[in-house]
């Protein structure tokens, strides 16, 4: 078997601050959405993608992707959405076997009402620490990181 290859102090250093940002930055955003708006950090990210269409509507799957969500964590999350009246599935009139997620009336509201403390979270957690050189460092830092093959 093949010796690992052990990380260098100064690899060692930086991923264990990464480690940091993946666990404080997600916190404190799921603690301002939850405290200001009643929603979970998932729940504002299906909001918003849905805000963002310009039908307001979506496939389960295709949203489910684009919130880097399993199909069973997001439909726990959108029954969550439906209960407050935020969100309604309904089927794909083309394929029946097609679950659509619909922004309503309500939920877009309650996107419009918690975007603004939301961004000045994001705002104050990371780009008021950031010089412009620095953001667009973190820009191609991430997309780096994301970027695979597989496309995924």
Not at 14 to 43: F, K, N, S, Y
Not at 63 to 74: D, E, G, I, M, T
Not at 81 to 100: F, H, M, N, S
Request: a neutral charge.
């Amino acid at each position: 078997m093949d010796e690992p290859r052990w990380l260098t102090e100064e690899q060692q250093h930086a991923w264990r601050r990464l480690i940091e940002v993946l666990v404080r930055v997600p916190a404190a955003l799921e603690a301002q959405l939850q405290r200001d708006a009643g929603l979970t950090h998932m729940g504002y990210l299906v909001l918003m993608t849905l805000s963002e269409r310009p039908d307001r509507r979506l496939s389960m799957s295709r949203l489910a992707k684009r919130a880097c969500a399993s199909l069973s964590r997001l439909s726990h999350v959108v029954a969550r959405l439906e209960e407050k009246g935020w969100v309604r599935r309904e089927r794909d009139p083309e394929d029946g076997r097609v679950q659509i997620a619909v922004l309503t009336d309500a939920g877009w509201d309650k996107v419009v009402a918690t975007a603004p403390g939301h961004v000045e979270a994001v705002q104050q957690l990371i780009f008021d620490r950031l010089s412009p050189a620095q953001m667009r460092q973190l820009t191609r830092v991430a997309e780096a990181l994301l970027d695979s093959p597989d496309g995924n």
